[in-house]
């Protein structure tokens, strides 16, 4: 099967689709690699590296290919030159893309969407979300290493001691475990909080200590939380509070499928966090975890220094796209065949979840909802 590597068109975005160790898989397994060039430049990966894997340079990747990747969506020009019948595969948040979904459909072109992998366990080596919220959440904890004005571990020495950092996490899912470890590993004395059951186990499981609030679980379906009633929501601010106010750091990793960041902090509340304090929010571009957070930039609110997360995994590209490639790798290899291109099985659910117009039809069911 042909594979044009598509160089990514936003300028925010540092990450590529394939790395070179995932070119020479692909290669290995029959297919070809047709490389727009300089795609693995802002990830540190030269053209060299690629064509060393078994890549080609071409201009005309697109035309000529039977799948096209990339990371984010890719631009209505370069579906534009996708013959009928191809596909694409790269994150697709199809509700934010309706005219591109409409664009692919009518072209006849296959799409899959990163984002809509199931999280079944068959699935796991294909979950592009829990690998880059993996990422994510072990730079979040960098980051509030890095802007906290003291240090993280516990240091006694002749000259004193030195107290170790308090860390509040929020939210303790992918994103939020990896930073829990992170923040451990680097000394710090972490409590976290999340709505799940499973959470509290998982968060000892990873050094730290469950803040166990008197409210009610949330658990929805799939192992994923459910949303707040606006009651639930204040309370939990509420009692989240006294914590939030002796954490040094607070990260927030919260979120819940298809709906806006569940806002959990409010400004109120980081105005009675200590000098010197740092929030670290990752749900900064979808709405917000902490009140007043600005995707991208540090503001201030009181003494404490809020960081807004934006594109978290892409300011580790390299290790970002690494993981990536490898789940992009694996879902090829479920719905193509080297020499007869797609065998796309529709009763294999990864293969029919994933898949959002197929065809000429939009097979999304939420997408051809948004549609109509
Ligand atoms: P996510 O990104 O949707 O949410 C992050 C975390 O925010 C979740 O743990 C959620 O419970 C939490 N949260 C939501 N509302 C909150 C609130 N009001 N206050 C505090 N925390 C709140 O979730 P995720 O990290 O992608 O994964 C969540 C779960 O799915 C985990 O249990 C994970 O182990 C599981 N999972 C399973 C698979 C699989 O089986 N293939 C893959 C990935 C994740």
């Known amino acids: 099967m042909l594979i044009s590597l598509l160089r990514e068109r936003a300028p925010e975005e540092t990450r590529v689709g394939l790395v070179p160790d995932a070119v020479a898989k692909l290669a290995a397994a029959g297919h070809r690699v047709l490389l727009e060039s300089g795609a693995g430049a802002r990830s540190d990966f030269g053209d060299a590296e690629y064509l060393q894997a078994g890549a080609e340079i071409a201009t005309d990747g697109p ?7 990339s990371v984010r969506p890719p631009a209505g020009e370069t579906v534009a030159r996708l013959r009928r019948g191809a596909a694409t595969m790269s994150f697709l948040p199809a509700a934010q893309s309706l005219d591109l979904v409409r664009q692919l459909a009518g072209g006849g072109i296959a799409s899959f969407a990163l984002e809509l992998v199931p999280r079944i366990s068959r699935a796991q080596s294909m979950d592009a979300l829990s690998s880059q919220a993996l990422v994510a959440g072990y730079r979040c904890a960098i980051v509030a290493a890095d802007l906290l004005p003291r240090m993280f571990p516990l240091n006694m020495t002749a000259a004193g001691t030195l107290q170790p950092a308090q860390v509040l996490v929020l939210g303790a899912g992918v994103a939020g475990l990896q930073a829990i470890a992170t923040c451990r590993r680097l000394g710090a ?3 976290a909080y999340d709505v799940r059951t499973a959470a509290a186990e998982e968060i000892r499981s990873v050094g730290g200590k469950p803040v166990e609030l008197k409210l009610e679980t949330l658990d929805g379906a799939g ?8 009651e639930r929501a204040r309370r939990q601010q509420e009692l989240l509070m006294p914590y939030v106010a002796a954490a040094d750091a607070l990260i927030t990793t919260a979120a819940v499928p298809g709906r806006q960041a569940p806002q959990l902090v409010t400004a109120q509340a980081v105005r009675q966090m200590k000098a010197g304090a740092i929030v670290v929010d990752l749900a900064a571009e979808s709405g917000g975890n902490v009140e007043g957070s600005v995707p991208g930039e540090i503001v201030r609110i009181g003494q404490a220094r809020v960081w807004g997360g934006r594109n978290v995994p892409g300011q580790l590209p390299g290790p970002a796209s690494r993981l990536l490639a490898q789940n992009i790798v694996n879902l090829i290899g479920l719905i193509t065949d080297a020499e007869a291109g797609f065998h796309a099985d529709f009763a294999d659910e990864i293969v029919a979840g994933t898949c959002v117009t197929y065809g000429g039809q939009v097979r999304h069911e939420a997408t051809r909802a948004l549609l109509q």
């Open 63 to 69: 035309e000529r290919a039977d799948l096209a990747v």
């Open 189 to 191: 004395v972490v409590q």
């Open 223 to 230: 192992g994923y939380a459910r949303e707040m009633t606006a």
